[in-house]
């Protein structure tokens, strides 16, 4: 039953990494349209896109957002394991447990403080006035989600460890 539902999850998490593919592309030809906007003169157009560096700072943070769970599944965020490979696999073992732990624990922190963030910028109807004028909860909503989906992989990430041989993970190594 657990395998069918990590299973789902890792399809979930690629369906956000392709989300986040999708935006960086949109970013970029934001990016260059504004760029070619603001360089070529072009008779009925503006010069240049006003709102590009506000909207394209957005766009890194939900690129970033969308991709980060996936990264984690894949073992891909960064990691310095020199130090797990260089002990005894069973003492690596149980280090891999703690941080399992500890990044469960940070998670689930960054989550309720996230969302306590966004419910509160909700409530007081605070906005953002830059170029465009958005309310602030839109920025914050998608950070207690996204830490609530890396709180969901580090439980998956604990029953692969618990089900893998005693030593340190070969599924997140950088480096061979």
Known sequence: MIDRVS???????AGLALVGCAILMAMTLII??????RNIAMPGLPQGLAWSNEISELMLYLI?????????RQGQHIRVDIVLRAL??????????ISDVI???CCAVIAWYGAHAAWSSYVSGAVNIKTLVTPEWWALAPLPIVFVML??????RMVRLQRGERGPRSD???AA
């Open 7 to 13: 299973g789902a999850y890792g399809r979930l998490l």
């Open 103 to 105: 990044g469960f624990a």
């Open 172 to 174: 997140a190594v950088s």
């Open 32 to 37: 260059v349209a504004d760029v070619a906007l």
């Open 88 to 97: 005894p696999p069973r003492m690596a073992w149980y280090l891999e447990w």
């Open 151 to 156: 709180l969901v992989e580090m439980v998956f």
């Open 64 to 72: 970033t957002m969308c991709v980060a769970p996936w990264l984690l």
